[in-house]
């Protein structure tokens, strides 16, 4: 069954998954908060900043005007960075308060909420009172928005503790190149999701510093052991943590010139500063905020996690990122298994 859906954000991942729910049927609403980008998509039928040489559907209409874009709605896709889900949260239930719709709301960002350590879906729950929505539905897993726009073959999760609704997502968003898993871990997802992130920037650094695969392949089976260490902690299903949304994405990141988390670490390590390095990316690269919070959870959770403090000295407090591996690698040594 096709739908009408909203998408708010028209960066790299919602143009792409906005091009996508079009091609499959959907009458989609394209938000972006920038008039320029509208008018591009709407006049020219491309996103050049975010999507090199790609021609969006023609039949994809984006807006300006946030109530527009929601109105008779019967999903709402925030995929927004982290740092704005709950000002853009805010905004649609002024809108939703109007109109009275009950939408799903799915969101498709990567994060944890800097101060709060809230996962992002607990945000849109705080934000969009029960009574304006239906579900709320977690996007997540190995996918790049320069994949998917050539429709090479892509595979991730809904999650969500409303089974119904997280199968009408699947159905919305399935097709011959984009499958998509359903699963009841929300906490797993999005902490998978947030995490791996801080690994991909170390897995850029140490490629950026010089260092091989046996590094690299060290880093990702470490990192998703402290992933997982700290996601259990959290409540999530370890399980969780070798599907899709975990080891899948930590893969795609951690490997992938695409990744905007990889190449920051790469520049970072190939002796780049970290202001030049976010300057340049022009997009965002959610695991220089989501360092700050996983090791503030961490903290609090009493969770040993090396790679993700390492990583914040370097980020957060000026330590060499030439002297930090040399000192995770003296660590007393430990059993791999706790
Ligand atoms: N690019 C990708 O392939 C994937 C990205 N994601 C996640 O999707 C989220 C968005 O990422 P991208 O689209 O890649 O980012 P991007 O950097 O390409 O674009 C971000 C978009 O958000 C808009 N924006 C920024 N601040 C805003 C605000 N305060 N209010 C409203 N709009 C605002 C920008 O104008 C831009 O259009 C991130 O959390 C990312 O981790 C997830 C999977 C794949
Ligand atoms: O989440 C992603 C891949 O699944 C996108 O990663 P980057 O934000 O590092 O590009």
Known sequence: ????????????????????????????????????????LNEHHTNESYVHDFHYSESLRAYSDLATAIDGAAAILFVVPTKAI????????????????????????????????????????EEIPADLRRAIVVLSGPSHAEEVAKRDITLITAASADETAAKAVQGWFMNDYFRIYTNDDVIGVELGAALKNIIALGAGALHGLGYGDDAKAALMTRGLAEISRLGVALGAKPLTFIGLSGVGDLIVTATSVHSRNWRAGNELGAGQDLKTVIDTMGMVIEGIP?????????????IEMPITEAIYDVLYN?????????????????????
């Open 86 to 125: 709950r000002s853009v949260a805010q905004q649609v239930t002024a809108v939703l308060r109007q109109t009275k719709q009950q939408p799903i709301i799915i969101h498709a960002s990567k994060g944890l909420e800097l101060g709060t350590h809230k996962r992002l879906s607990q945000v849109l729950a």
């Open 290 to 302: 989501s360092t700050k919070a996983a090791y503030e959870l961490a903290q609090q959770q009493k």
């Open 318 to 338: 000026g330590a060499d990122i030439k002297e930090v591996i040399p000192q995770l690698m003296r660590r007393e040594g430990k059993p791999e298994l706790q």
């Open 1 to 40: 069954m096709t739908e009408k859906i909203a998408v708010l954000g028209a960066g790299s991942w919602g143009s792409i998954l906005a091009n996508l729910l079009d091609e499959n049927g959907n009458e989609v609403r394209l938000w972006s908060y920038s008039p320029a980008q509208v008018a591009e």
